[in-house]
Structures are given as C-alpha cells and as structure tokens.
C-alpha cells in the first residue's frame, strides 16, 4: 500500500519535475520561423546593393561604392555580394538580412522586410571589429517587468563602465504576463521597455528570441490566443530571429531553436534554419573560431547531434541561457557556456544553482576565451573556479584559480588559506577586466573530509574575500546523506551517486520524451532524480532494481518562489503536490514549521546516467 501510494505519487511528481526544471518547458509556442513559408518558394527575385556609407546618411549616393564580397541572406539562403556590392535573392522569408563583416558596422538597419521596395544596405568602417582581442557581454533571461526594472538599468549603467565590444541577449527579454491578457500586447510594451533601457549603450545590442519572447503562458492561456503569438512583437522590434555577423576572426552566429508542432512547443533548428546555417557557414574556412548563441542550452534541442555535427567541424564555443544556473557543459566535445539569469530566481532572488543575479563578461585575446561571472551590483568580486570536473571534490594537487573583479583600481595581494591557516600568496595575472589568482595547494596533509578555502584579495578601497567548502577525498561519488548534509557545497556543481532505483519512470507512458525522474536509495537513504528536456541523447530506459551511477546538479527553488499566484514557467506551482516525495534533508523550513525552499536533484543529459 506503501508503495503503491509512491508510485502513484512519483508519477505525478515526475510530470511536474520534468516540465518544472526541465529549464522553461511548455513557456513558449513558435507559429512560424524566419522562412515564415511552408509552400515551395515563389520565383520571385529581389536585387539590392551593400555600399560604403561614407557621409553616413544611410543613402547611396553617386560616389559611394559597392563593397564585394558580403554574405547577405533571406532566412532561407545567403550570397555575397558582387565586385559592385549587387546582391541577388529569391523572395522569401521575412526579412533581408546583412551578415556585417569584420572591419564594419551598420550605418543604419542591418536588416529589412522582405516585403520593402528597396533593398540597400549602408556600411561604415569600424577598425575596432577588425581586432581579435574584444571583451563582450553575455546576458539572459531578463524576464523584464515592473519588478527588474530598476535591476536591470543598474546592470546596464555596469555595461557603460565595463565598455564591451558588444552585448549579446540571448532570449527571454520579457517576463510571463497576467494570464488574461494575450501576451503580443505586453510583450511590445516591455520590448519597449527593454529598448530604451539599452539605447544609451554606445556599443551594438545582439538579440536572440527566448520561449518567453516567442509566447508566453499569457498568450497561450487567453481566448483566442494562437501559439507563438507574442513572436510578431519580436520581430517588429528586433528583426530575424536568426542571424550572424562577424567580429574579428570569429564568425558569431545566433540561433532560434523555438518551434511549435501539433500545438506544442518543441525545441530544434528545424530543416530550413539547418539549411540557412550550412549556408552561412560555407563561406567560413573549416575549423575557423565561431562564437554561437541561443537561447536554449543544445541538450534540449531535439536537432543536436545533427547541429553539433556542423558546428563541430569549426572551433566553436556555445552560449545560452534558459536554466537559471550558471554551467558549463561539454556537448560533443564542444564548450556549452550556460549563463545565469540576471533576474536570478525569476526575480525571487538568487538563482536556483546559487549564483546571484548577475551576467557573464567574456574575454576574448586571439584563440583564447576566458570569463566570469559578474554579479549586479558587486564592486569588489572574487569567483573561485573549479580546479578540475570533479571541483567541489579535490585530491592531492590542486591548481586553486580565483578570478578578482574591482571597480576600485588595482588589485594587489591576492591570498588564500585552507581552514584559516597562514595565508598563502597567489600568483597574479592581469586581464582586461580582471585579474586571475592562480597557486598550487598541496591536499596531501589534510584529513580526508571538509575543508573550508577563503580566498582575499586587496584594492584602494581595502581587503575583501570569498569562501567555499570543498572535500578533501580520492572518492567522487557520494554517498546520498553525504550529498544532502552538504547541499550548500555542492549547490549548482555535478555531483555523482549510486544507488538502486526504487521506481522508475523514465520513457514511460507517465513522462514525455526527454522527460522523466527517478528514485534511488543507498545504505545511506533516499533521493528523487528528475529530468527535463533531455532529448540528445535519448534517456535510457531504466527499470527497478537496477543499479545506476548517475550525475546531477543540487539546486535550491524558495516556497516563495513555488507558491507564487503567477506561475512563471507554467508548472511551477504543481510543485507544492510533491510535498510527500521530497526527502526531508532537502526541506528547508523555518522554527515554525513555515516553507522557506526545495532541493531538487537535476539530470541535465542521458550521458549523466550509467547502468551498473
């Protein structure tokens, strides 16, 4: 009876699970993409010039000659231009478009509807674009309403100080709305908003569209309402959803993986966009740096491995947004950047992996990337990186790496020390918006258990520092009570346990594909698995009494969060039925017995799950 009340119970948690965290599930419908054609393409051509804007008045005159050589598309295929600047393309799609090359910028719209009358593209030299060492800006997930608005402004006075080459978004600039009011109307009152946030920026803003951008639950819950509604409003403000342009050496590119079959929401780079980035891409050399951004991380895109396959011919390295966490995943031998929200929990505080609301600078010197993650409103910043896949758990030599960020001048004196022993001097390397701490340390002498790293540095304004636990152990995976005595050290890292599966609901007629969840027990006691949106690779099929090893990332939803009358993502407020599911060493409550949060245990891919 016991068990047959779990099983039931699971079932519906694991639906709940699946969709809650499955990073953004079931927020967004796509009506059509930038081919915006299912019919086969008209015969129709269009012609148009790109030309050097020399008075920059946006309008060709007698003397401004054509540039040679630029890709130019229509969403569907791209050319380059002739040695006059002449283009020529079928019309199709819904916009034209201009990939700006290196050494150039827009001098006026990059990008016009492919219902204009004319079709001529203005270009000014910009020296700083030829240069392969720039600093840019990745943000996401704004989710801008009233409540961030002020967050935001501040992140962007940030930007103004910081001065990046550009500043990419990628996606979910707006956040879900009153559920009975279709969304298309909110959405371009908070694009605006977003609009004359940037519009003080002196560098160019990149956007790419978030499931919340494509149609939020306001749109798909109202009368009336069509999927992907709220889309329109995007392009009307921001132009294709898809796109490149480059910046130096690097060609970056921008996808849209927002789709919409049989009326639900699906994640893909569906054909004619694959067929769009082929083309693109064949104007690159292969194994040429390319930096790509989307909204959604690529393990829940149902294309992947056909996507990875191409873009794993180039040097390539991924940005996305999407998951409230700060991540960094290897997909198929690809550097996947996951970057935290800058509207933290939804704009309920910190992100669900512990991160604060905050964006990622990104250094860019040659070949070489580095970042860090900076959060609003900290003058003085010190990120302890992760020494090795298994960081929070160390053994024998360390290379202990802190990254320092100050608004207050040089940083000098860099330090740590292990259980508030004597500090240790770090070795200093000054970037360009931060300096890297780097010291071997010598886990040899310590006992086999926690330790505690506090890590100080020193500018004009005084000292200031950081601390973190990590475990001091030869032994990766942990036991379940290890894990949940310890959740803040392992919040928002991979952490991996054992265990023989209790129930399991994984490609069940309980879960949708890509979805799903599990219990475990060890010796040491139990623990719930859950997955969402991992389409590449399949998740396996997995069945009680089986033994697995699984990877997994803690992460920490508040009550106030869970319980809020506005469902942000859809299913969140589902959570509250899983009450009876969640291990009490994963409650938080107050001396009253009050919800304060969850812990959930996220399976981010299939690969993260082994058969024993």
């Not at 873009?311 to 996947?336: C, N, R, V, W």
């Not at 950081?466 to 952490?495: C, W």
């Not at 469902?567 to 407020?573: H, I, L, M, Q």
Request: glycine fraction near 8%; proline fraction near 4%.
């Amino acid at each position: 009876m016991v068990r047959r009340d779990l099983v039931s119970r699971l079932a519906l948690v694991v639906l709940v699970l699946a969709v809650v965290l499955s990073i953004g599930c079931s927020s967004g419908k796509k009506q059509n993409n930038n081919n915006n054609n299912d019919e086969p393409p008209p015969p129709t051509t269009i012609t148009g010039t790109v030309f050097l804007d020399q008075d920059a008045n946006g309008i060709k005159s007698a003397t401004e000659t054509g540039i040679a050589n630029v890709v130019v598309s229509n969403g569907v295929t791209s050319t380059k231009t002739g040695a006059d600047g002449g283009f020529t393309l079928t019309e199709e799609g819904s916009f034209i478009f201009v990939t700006t090359p290196k050494g150039y910028a827009a001098s006026g719209q990059w990008y016009q509807p492919v219902s204009g009358a004319q079709f001529s593209f203005a270009l000014k030299s910009a020296a700083e674009r030829n240069s392969d060492n720039f600093t840019f800006i990745h943000m996401t997930d704004i989710h801008l309403d009233a409540s961030n608005l002020v967050s935001f402004n501040k992140a962007v006075e940030e930007f103004k100080s910081i001065s990046p080459a550009f500043v990419l978004s990628t996606g979910d600039l707006v956040n879900t709305g009153d559920k009975t009011t279709i969304s298309e109307a909110q959405a371009t009152q908070w694009f605006g908003a977003y609009k004359t946030a940037v519009a003080g920026l002196s560098m160019p803003v990149y956007n790419a569209l978030g499931n919340h951008d494509a149609a939020n639950l306001a749109c798909e819950s109202a009368a009336g309402a069509m999927a992907g509604c709220s889309e329109s409003a995007y392009r009307t403000n921001f132009g294709p959803t898809y796109y490149s342009f480059d910046w130096g050496q690097y060609h970056c590119v921008v996808l849209d993986p927002n789709e919409v079959k049989a009326g639900s929401q699906v994640f893909e780079i569906n054909a004619s966009q694959l067929a769009w980035l082929q083309k693109d891409l064949s104007y690159r050399q292969k194994s040429s740096p390319l930096l790509v951004f989307s909204h959604e991380a690529t393990t829940s895109w149902q294309s992947q491995a056909s996507v990875l396959n191409l873009l794993k011919q180039y040097k390539t390295k991924i940005f996305s947004g999407h998951a409230h966490e700060d991540l960094l995943m290897d997909s198929q031998d690809i550097p996947e950047q996951v970057t935290a929200a800058l509207s933290g929990e939804w704009g309920h505080g910190d992100n669900p992996d512990g991160s604060k609301p905050g964006y990622r600078i990104v250094s860019v010197v040659g070949d070489v990337i580095d970042t860090l993650y900076k959060e609003i409103d900290s003058a003085q910043q010190i990120e302890i990186s992760p020494a090795g896949a298994t960081w929070p758990i160390v053994s024998g030599q360390v290379e202990l790496v802190a990254k320092v960020y100050s608004d207050n001048g040089t940083v000098s004196g860099v330090t740590y020390s292990v259980d508030n022993a004597t500090a240790v001097a770090m070795t200093l390397a000054t970037g360009s918006k931060w300096v890297t701490a780097r010291a071997t340390w010598d886990t040899g002498a310590l006992s086999q258990d926690y330790h505690k790293i506090t890590v100080t540095a020193t500018d004009s304004a005084g000292s200031f520092q950081t601390e973190t636990e990590v475990k001091v152990s030869t032994e990766t995976t942990l036991t379940i009570k290890d894990l949940q005595d310890h959740l803040r050290t392992y919040q928002g890292h991979y952490v991996t346990m054992q265990g023989t599966v209790d129930t399991a609901l994984f490609n069940t007629s309980f879960a949708p594909p890509g979805a799903g969840g599990a219990v475990i027990h060890d010796a040491t006691g139990s623990a719930l698995i859950y997955a969402g949106e991992c389409y590449s690779p399949a998740l396996p099929t997995i069945a009680t009494n089986d033994t697995i090893k699984v990877r997994v990332i803690p992460m920490r939803f508040t009550w106030a969060f869970i319980d809020t009358p506005e469902d942000r993502e859809g299913t969140f407020d589902m959570m509250k039925m899983q009450e009876g599911m969640v291990p009490e060493a994963q409650k938080e409550d107050d001396a009253s017995g009050g919800h304060v949060a969850r812990w959930f245990m996220r399976l981010v891919t299939a690969e993260g799950i082994t058969k024993l």
